[in-house]
């Protein structure tokens, strides 16, 4: 092939490619010096010029012929794919492959649950799978680099993109990125089916004032450092391929032109070596945001910032190459940009196997909706079960299935789902029909169309097929549409009639059980409690149906849990359970606005930091979820009082099922810096483990727990541990548990 002749007499200089990872590492830095030496000014800027074209190749080939193109987003016709690299690496003259991208967020063909879904299932493993399971499927269509993990801290559920992150702590987004990375890159970047990760958006997007995407950010640095960044940081040292520029401005700089975050964090204090690109048009809306005058100056600034590709806005394309003789941007800039696209197409093995020879078949595998059913089954999660209504018995003879999201394969997959195909959901009631029917007779009448619908006419006769039966699942929650990019809500409420049916149906006396599926943690206090049994499940991807029909009638044993906290009120967000403490945290003996007196004193109802009407704590609490079986804590030993800096505390607890049901437990590690010399959260997590038990059976969870892994930005914004008393906890939730306090001693 032509790059090949063009590389020859370079390549005949380099040693032998070895199986050392440093001397490939060198090898790969040979190439890319030996390729930049080669490209003029314009082939450099074309590389950093990413292009989402219209799908007619003859508008694209000259541009690609001529070296002017980088990347191509959403092309995901195999057959252009190979189109276009035909030209690229034999009609261009040096050769350079296109690196095809898409936004591959939780599933390709076969869809899995929403990241916030995958979280709640606080199981690593299983979202790697299902990562490296996108990566394979996608793959088979040339796409070679992905938009995700997004790890965005997110605290505020009226921000749509909840849906897309793994919540609101950072030690959760941190190991479920590292696991996503994990999965689409593999062992290998060169390996045929993985695809490049890339860590978004970097940074502090999820902090959008008022859960309005898009919206400016006012994070301090400290709190960047001890909140934000860690899951990036993470990221970075796991290999992740890329990262993603965000939105939003904080504190007055858009990221995109952040030289802080893009050089002075991510390049000179982690060591970053690969590849920065925008996000889509990010670079050009720095000029509706005020931080520059046009589109010359946006190149400009976005270079000199560190960026290296920019996503579809044009800007380098049109201006760098006057910009580097003006002297505004030094064409080293230019340099170091393309020397990390150029770096990651040679890790990915574009340069030797720019074709697509992947099998089709690979798309909808057996094996991966197996994966895709036992993910959605983990990351359900059992709020509620009075009386155990669930799992539902043998006595059950009859069945009332109710809802607007009982069978609506296409929300059901959830937001950003590009490629995921309706045809192919399984849905709750199709599941309930096609696994349980011949044991029970279901009567299906949802009551109201879909989810806004604020028509009541349906609600009779789905209260009519309430009284038939023996239990009413109503399936209630949120259509797709209303979570993801650009779909905030300043009230997360159920939406439409559905609250009108819920208590219809609740009037019945009937049992009725409750399926929220939806896209983030919505406010359903009265739901919950005018309902016996409570499923909630963050949209549940392909397989969904099959999983909650299994998990209602107990061939499996909900253990999710939740990932973020849920709100009373929307008045209480953001709410998160790593708050400070404050000067006047709430006894619980405060008085609440129905108890008020008449014309009471200004200071008669207790001065300190609650709402009047929503009380002291959130619906459920960060880190919860029951199962059907019980779980018993007890001993918890740590394996010394004191420590050095350099130590590593050693924590260990029994966990006991004590039910009978077979079930898993997620054991979960929080501590508290007493005292510091900045405020500290009342809680932080530092690890969890999935357990499973056999009723009856004891296990000993050990946690061990470096010291170092105490430290943060403290009054002198340097990272460190401060010596001084801490609180540890191991329980079943961020509220519960046994604790025992240790100490940390100074040198």
Not at 70 to 89: E, R
Request: net charge negative.
């Amino acid at each position: 092939m032509k790059h090949w002749k063009a590389f020859s007499a370079c390549l005949l200089a380099l040693p032998f490619l070895a199986c050392s990872p440093q001397r490939e590492k060198d090898n790969v830095e040979a190439k890319v010096e030996a390729l930049l030496e080669q490209m003029t000014l314009q082939e450099k800027i074309g590389q950093m010029n990413q292009i989402s074209p219209s799908g007619n190749i003859d508008e694209i080939a000259g541009l690609v012929k001529e070296g002017k193109v980088g990347s191509f987003l959403n092309v995901t016709d195999p057959v252009m794919v190979n189109k276009v690299q035909k030209i690229a690496v034999e009609e261009s003259r040096l050769g350079i492959p296109i690196l095809m991208s898409r936004d591959v967020i939780h599933g390709y063909k076969t869809i899995f649950p929403i990241p916030l879904g995958q979280a709640a299932t606080f199981n690593p493993r299983l979202v790697e799978d299902g990562a490296h399971i996108a990566a394979v499927e996608a793959s088979s269509d040339g796409i070679r680099w992905t938009f995700a993990p997004m790890i965005d801290v997110s605290r505020d559920a009226r921000w749509g993109r909840m849906a897309e992150s793994c919540g609101e702590d950072p030690y959760l987004n941190a190991v479920m990125g590292v696991a996503m990375v994990k999965g689409f890159q593999g062992d290998s970047l060169n390996a045929p089916t993985s695809i490049a990760a890339c860590a978004k958006h970097f940074a502090g997007y999820g902090a959008s004032e008022a859960g309005k995407d898009y919206n400016s950010t006012f994070i301090p640095e400290r709190q960047l450092r001890n909140v934000y960044l860690p899951p990036f940081e993470a990221a970075a040292k796991a290999g992740c391929a890329t990262f993603m520029t965000s939105f939003n401005d904080n504190d007055g700089i858009p990221s995109t032109g952040n030289s802080f975050i893009l050089k002075d964090v991510l390049r000179k204090e982690w060591k970053y070596d690969g590849m920065v690109v925008t996000d889509w048009g990010s670079a050009a809306e720095m000029i509706p945001h005020g931080f520059c005058k046009d589109r010359k100056e946006v190149a400009e600034k976005a270079v000199n910032a560190g960026v290296d590709m920019e996503m579809v806005s044009g800007t380098f394309a049109e201006h760098l190459e006057t910009l580097v003789k003006e002297n505004k941007v030094p064409e080293t800039a230019i340099d170091d940009a393309v020397r990390n696209i150029l770096r990651l197409k040679f890790r990915l093995g574009l340069f030797d196997n720019p074709y697509i020879t992947t099998s089709q078949k690979v798309k909808y595998a057996p094996e991966h909706l197996a994966k895709a059913k036992e993910t959605a089954e983990q990351s359900a999660i059992l709020l509620k079960n009075d009386r155990q209504v669930l799992p539902l018995s043998e006595k059950i003879h009859t069945i009332a299935v109710v809802g607007p999201m009982a069978d609506a394969p296409y929300d059901q997959l959830g937001t950003w789902c590009f490629d995921g195909e309706k045809a192919h959901t399984q849905t709750p009631l199709k599941a309930l029909q096609q696994m349980y029917g011949g044991k029970v007779r279901i009567l299906y009448e949802p009551g109201v169309a879909y989810s806004r619908d604020k028509r009541t006419t349906g609600i009779a006769r789905a209260v009519s097929a309430a009284r038939k039966a023996d239990v009413v699942l109503a399936f209630v929650g949120e259509e797709a549409i209303l979570s993801g990019e650009a779909h905030s809500l300043a009230d997360i409420s159920l939406r439409g009639a559905q609250p009108e049916l819920i208590s219809a149906l609740a009037a019945t006396g009937k049992p009725l059980v409750t399926i929220f599926i939806a896209g983030r943690p919505l406010t359903i206090g009265r739901q919950v409690e005018e309902s016996d049994a409570v499923l909630y499940s963050f949209h549940p991807g392909t397989m969904g149906g099959p999983a909650i029909a299994d998990l209602l009638f107990g061939k499996k044993v909900p253990c999710g849990k939740t990932p973020v906290t849920f709100p009373k009120m929307v008045g209480q967000l953001p709410i998160y359970y790593a708050h400070n403490h404050t000067g006047r945290a709430p006894s619980g003996n405060e008085t609440l606005i129905d108890n008020i007196p008449l014309e009471a004193g200004q200071t008669s109802l207790g001065c300190s930091s609650f709402y009047m009407d929503a009380g002291f704590g959130p619906l459920f609490p960060f880190g919860y979820g029951l199962s059907y079986t019980t779980f018993a804590y007890d001993r918890l030993q740590l394996s010394a009082q004191k420590l050095d800096m350099n130590g590593t505390l050693t924590a260990s607890v029994n966990v006991t099922n004590t039910g009978k049901y077979a079930g898993a437990e997620v054991a979960q590690l929080y501590i508290r810096d007493k005292v510091g010399s900045v405020t500290r959260p009342v809680k932080e997590l530092k690890g969890f483990e999935r357990i499973f038990l056999q009723p009856g059976e004891t296990k000993t969870v050990t946690f061990n727990l470096p010291v170092s892994d105490l430290a943060f930005w403290n009054i002198d914004m340097k990272r460190a541990v401060e010596p001084g008393e801490f609180t540890l906890w191991i329980g079943t939730n961020s509220e519960e548990g046994l604790s025992a306090d240790f100490e940390v001693i100074g040198k």
